[in-house]
């Protein structure tokens, strides 16, 4: 499974720059709007998003740039017949919605990379980790020492690792998918589709839907074929998905690493 993280000194000045400039490949958002201009984000939005302390660690606020209205996490119609509390990711169209009573759906905006796009089906949550630690695979190792040796045993939670503030680990007839759903420590590509990884979505949302979900939560990703399914009533057909916009630029000075598998 693969992710994106940023590594600060003096780890980062390990690894190797050409393998780092290689992967930075992002277009330019405009510039966030201001309060009055029509399509900006409201305050409510602004404070949903803003600086929160969590286990001792504080969650920067994600900057104006990044969010939409469309994009927060809000209630909206959903038409399925699975349970309340089930959780639905929709790979193609780039949501994810925890099902409701009466046709209703809490939204949640995330990132999904080639890995996410591939992997369809039926899950269940066996883990849930607060800050998870985070391992390269011996693959990656060998595959890439100069890149993945200086953090071959791997980095604990926090701002830096890949997983974000939350994860949710999917299990498939008792085994690990090594699919996962996470928060990430690079909004700007939330709403978007990286070159790789599997679901990550804004950390305060990855905290927030954390609280919702138990253990055993029923998972179901949609095939990318799929997209929109459930959007609209039953017979109805489906509108028609937007056509992928820019993703955000990185903040100046900020260098993702190689997206490889977590664990």
């Known amino acids: 499974m693969t992710f994106a993280y940023r590594l600060r000194r003096p780890v980062r000045a390990a690894l190797s720059l050409a393998a780092l400039c290689a992967l930075q490949a992002c277009a330019t958002l405009e510039a966030a709007l201001p309060p ?91 883990i849930k980790r607060d800050w998870p630690y985070w391992t390269p695979t011996q693959n990656m190792i060998r595959r890439d020492p100069e890149t993945y040796g200086p953090v071959r045993n791997g980095l604990p939670g926090g701002l830096e690792n890949p997983l974000g503030a939350r994860a949710l680990y999917l299990f498939r007839g008792g085994r690990d998918t090594l699919y996962r759903i996470h928060g990430t420590p690079s ?38 074929a799929d997209a929109g399914t459930g959007t609209v009533p039953p017979g109805t057909p489906l509108p028609e998905q937007p056509a992928p916009q820019p993703m955000a630029e990185a903040p100046t000075g900020t260098a993702p690493l190689p997206e490889e598998d977590a664990a």
């Open 36 to 126: 009055d201009t029509p399509g900006a984000i409201s305050e409510e939005t602004r404070m949903m998003y803003a600086s929160v302390e969590d286990n001792g660690i504080t969650v920067p606020a994600i900057e104006d740039k990044y969010l939409t209205e469309d994009r927060k996490r809000q209630v909206v119609d959903y038409w399925t017949d699975e349970k309340p509390g089930t959780i639905i990711v929709d790979p193609g169209a780039r949501w994810l919605y925890h099902v409701m009573e009466d046709n209703k759906a809490m939204r949640y905006a995330v990132a999904v990379g080639a890995e996410g796009l591939g992997f369809s089906g039926t899950a269940t949550v066996q």
């Open 187 to 224: 909004p700007w590509t939330v709403g978007h589709a990286p070159s790789s990884g599997c679901i990550r979505m804004f950390n305060q949302d990855s905290i927030y839907l954390a609280e919702q979900v138990a253990k055993g939560t029923k998972v179901i990703v949609r095939p990318a």
